[in-house]
């Protein structure tokens, strides 16, 4: 399993994804840079320049978050799919493997790569800001590791897609999701700010069913500044509504839900390709 793994981040490296996500990271971070580095030069008190910051680099945070989203779902479609319809997985099989192993190795390897990628960035971002704005997160660390979640959340969904449609596809129908739960949970946040229980419902639903929107609200209010809420008026006066705000860190309970959504997609795309005829 271990090997799978490493065979399949060694995999990933050399793909053209890679390349397409360093550009794209590279491109980020001096537009970031030169985003912040003007703001930097504005007459602003350090309570407004801590404010604008923090949610300039939610802003940003989440740019980093679609580029993770688009990479890993595209890269994990072709990476199982692919192996399959070519008839690699099948040489491979025909070994002493098991085949809920070898899925699980190559999980691993892509949600290590995935991961890494987010933190790295992530991380890179942070100095940026940090350089330009001396402005430092509350929680970094945590911050950076519900994105990682994030990711491998999208991860676990695309192999299930990738057992059961082409490679191509997986990708498109992951990071639609990806974005609907994001788009819903924006929803769900003003039906809270306007006191719409049955808009509430569709943001509290959306994460519930796929976790990545509950995560990055996490990530959210571990990149913000702690004034902000304040600053906006409250929760309970619609500062929730702002998409790049975060009204609460994450619950215990929630963190847990998202482990198990993670292990019951996890033991349906191993189902799923235990079953798959190769």
Same mark, same amino acid.
């Given at each position: 399993?271990?090997?799978?793994?490493?065979?399949?981040?060694?995999?990933?490296?050399?793909?053209?994804?890679?390349?397409?996500?360093?550009?794209?990271?590279?491109?980020?971070?001096?537009?970031?840079?030169?985003?912040?580095?003007?703001?930097?030069?504005?007459?602003?008190?350090?309570?407004?320049?801590?404010?604008?910051?923090?949610?300039?680099?939610?802003?940003?945070?989440?740019?980093? &978050?679609?580029?993770?989203?688009?990479?890993?779902?595209?890269?994990?479609?072709?990476?199982?799919?692919?192996?399959?319809? &070519?008839?690699?997985?099948?040489?491979?099989?025909?070994?002493?493997?098991?085949?809920?192993?070898?899925?699980?190795?190559?999980?691993?390897?892509?949600?290590?790569?995935?991961?890494?990628?987010?933190?790295?960035?992530?991380?890179?971002?942070?100095?940026?800001?940090?350089?330009?704005?001396?402005?430092? *997160?509350?929680?970094?660390?945590?911050?950076?590791?519900?994105?990682?979640?994030?990711?491998?959340?999208?991860?676990?969904?695309?192999?299930?897609?990738?057992?059961?449609? &082409?490679?191509?596809?997986?990708?498109?129908?992951?990071?639609?999701?990806?974005?609907?739960?994001?788009?819903?949970?924006?929803?769900?946040?003003?039906?809270?700010?306007?006191?719409?229980?049955?808009?509430?419902?569709?943001?509290?639903?959306?994460?519930?069913?796929?976790?990545?929107?509950?995560?990055?609200?996490?990530?959210?209010?571990?990149?913000?500044? *702690?004034?902000?809420?304040?600053?906006?008026?409250?929760?309970?006066?619609?500062?929730?509504?702002?998409?790049?705000?975060?009204?609460? *860190?994450?619950?215990?309970?929630?963190?847990?839900?998202?482990?198990?959504?993670?292990?019951?997609?996890?033991?349906?795309?191993?189902?799923?390709?235990?079953?798959?005829?190769?």
């Amino acid at each position: 399993m271990l090997t799978v793994a490493a065979l399949t981040l060694r995999e990933a490296s050399r793909r053209r994804v890679l390349l397409a996500l360093a550009a794209l990271t590279v491109a980020l971070l001096v537009l970031s840079a030169w985003g912040f580095s003007r703001l930097a030069g504005e007459a602003l008190t350090s309570g407004e320049a801590r404010l604008t910051a923090s949610i300039v680099l939610n802003l940003v945070m989440f740019g980093f &978050s679609l580029v993770a989203a688009l990479g890993t779902a595209f890269l994990a479609g072709p990476t199982l799919a692919g192996e399959t319809e &070519s008839g690699i997985a099948l040489a491979v099989l025909s070994r002493p493997i098991r085949r809920s192993a070898f899925l699980l190795g190559k999980w691993l390897g892509l949600v290590a790569f995935g991961s890494g990628f987010v933190v790295v960035a992530g991380l890179a971002e942070i100095l940026v800001v940090r350089a330009t704005v001396d402005y430092w *997160p509350p929680s970094p660390v945590t911050a950076l590791a519900l994105l990682a979640a994030q990711t491998a959340v999208l991860l676990t969904l695309t192999v299930l897609l990738a057992t059961a449609v &082409s490679p191509m596809a997986s990708g498109v129908i992951a990071v639609g999701l990806f974005c609907t739960t994001w788009v819903a949970g924006v929803v769900g946040a003003i039906g809270t700010a306007l006191g719409n229980d049955a808009v509430a419902q569709v943001g509290a639903v959306s994460r519930v069913l796929l976790p990545t929107d509950g995560l990055w609200r996490g990530a959210m209010n571990a990149f913000q500044d *702690p004034s902000a809420i304040v600053q906006f008026g409250g929760a309970d006066q619609g500062a929730g509504a702002f998409p790049f705000l975060s009204v609460a *860190p994450l619950s215990a309970a929630y963190l847990a839900w998202s482990a198990v959504w993670v292990l019951m997609i996890g033991g349906l795309a191993a189902a799923a390709y235990i079953r798959k005829d190769l």
